[in-house]
């Protein structure tokens, strides 16, 4: 057997390193599923990394390589986001928790990564929030708050309800694009913020939704 076993990769274009680390969920019954999804010719899909349930992570693709795990989408200036970053798939049927021992798995593999690639939780993205339009994952049970708190992403500062902004609208989305988060409709934006940021959050966009997004942009602009 190789040791990166996906035959799904290539040259990262104009010699990029990776400068993001995308999060994924698998949306598959288990691992053996997915491993074998990741891995199979007929499917041109892979990713660096497969974390299974009880932690343990195994890698697909040399992180030197180009994985093919984003697709269309964008973070602030990188277009093609498979050139420019790392990507996890995280083993989760897309709509359960994810145990601790996984936590503590990915934990651990991030903080490898960080120092293999002088990376910091700023690198660190979903899926959704490069691909808002067509992607939901890690989805609204991943504990992008306990990754924030062990200094494996970022987080908004805790935000009043009432931030006195003229047109909460606007400032959401030039926030928004300010923070990284591709061009889309308000809805589109929304949603994807919410689910890394408020995923308990109901009903239209809020003068708290526009405070965090300009917190973020004032404090990790994307590039």
């Known amino acids: 057997m190789p040791p990166f076993p996906s035959p799904h990769h290539s040259q990262r274009?104009?010699?990029?390193?990776?400068?993001?680390?995308?999060?994924?969920?698998?949306?598959?019954?288990?691992?053996?599923?997915?491993?074998?999804?990741?891995?199979?010719?007929?499917?041109?899909?892979?990713?660096?990394?497969?974390?299974?349930?009880?932690?343990?992570?195994?890698?697909?693709?040399d992180e030197n390589r180009r994985a093919w795990h984003?697709?269309?989408?964008?973070?602030?200036?990188?277009?093609?986001?498979?050139s420019a970053s790392i990507g996890i798939e995280i083993q989760n049927i897309g709509h359960a928790p994810f145990p601790e021992?996984?936590?503590?798995?990915?934990?651990?593999?991030?903080?490898?990564?960080?120092?293999?690639?002088?990376?910091?939780?700023?690198?660190?993205?979903?899926?959704?929030?490069?691909?808002?339009?067509?992607?939901?994952?890690?989805?609204?049970?991943?504990?992008?708050?306990?990754?924030?708190?062990?200094?494996?992403?970022?987080?908004?500062?805790?935000?009043?309800s009432d931030q006195g902004f003229g047109d909460i609208a606007a400032t959401f989305q030039t926030s928004a694009h300010a923070f990284g988060y591709p061009k889309a409709d308000l809805a589109t934006l929304l949603h994807a913020f919410r689910l890394r940021f408020r995923p308990w959050a109901k009903g239209p966009l809020d003068a708290v939704d526009a405070a965090m997004a300009a917190d973020m942009a004032a404090r990790y602009p994307a590039a």
């Open 13 to 61: 274009v104009g010699g990029q390193r990776p400068r993001l680390i995308v999060l994924h969920y698998t949306a598959l019954p288990d691992a053996a599923a997915s491993r074998a999804r990741l891995c199979d010719p007929v499917h041109e899909v892979s990713a660096h990394w497969l974390i299974d349930l009880d932690g343990s992570a195994e890698a697909l693709v």
């Open 101 to 160: 021992p996984q936590m503590v798995g990915l934990e651990r593999l991030l903080t490898e990564i960080f120092a293999r690639w002088s990376l910091g939780p700023q690198a660190v993205i979903g899926h959704s929030d490069m691909a808002p339009t067509r992607k939901a994952d890690p989805g609204p049970h991943f504990d992008w708050r306990r990754l924030a708190l062990g200094g494996f992403s970022v987080w908004p500062a805790l935000a009043a």
């Open 70 to 82: 984003a697709g269309a989408g964008a973070w602030g200036s990188i277009a093609d986001v498979n």
